[in-house]
């Protein structure tokens, strides 16, 4: 198992808000792609002990809400209930990248 902070880091990794946010658009959902959706500052349960922690946890926070809203805007609903899951999928379909959670992490066959 891995420590949550190292889920939270490969979370900010994964993708910018902005460019999760610029898909929605590029779908003409109307009112969809608000910036003003995404958390402006770290949730009050986070437990980030430095200010570099805190915009981690906060770029982490504004991807899985920038996923949840592409996920929405998706003009024919998807199969797969989960936004993470679902973009992931279709990341490696798309262009065969994997998001490994480590550099040692072996691909799954």
């Known amino acids: 198992m891995y420590p949550v902070c190292t889920w939270v880091g490969w979370l900010a990794a994964l993708a ?3 460019t999760l946010l610029a ?5 003409a959902a109307p009112g969809g792609a608000e910036p003003r959706l995404l958390p402006r500052e770290v949730p009050a349960g986070a437990r980030a002990r430095s200010t570099e922690r805190a915009r981690t946890v906060l770029e982490a926070a504004q991807v899985l809400v920038a996923l949840a809203v592409l996920h929405r805007a998706q003009p024919e609903p998807p199969a797969d209930p989960s936004p993470l899951r679902w973009w992931l999928l279709a990341e490696f379909l798309a262009f065969r990248r994997l998001a490994l959670l480590t550099r040692r992490s072996p691909p799954r066959r």
Do not use: D, E, G, K
């Not at 898909?23 to 779908?27: G, K, P, Q, Y």
């Open 23 to 27: 898909h929605v658009a590029r779908l």
């Open 16 to 18: 910018t808000p902005a």
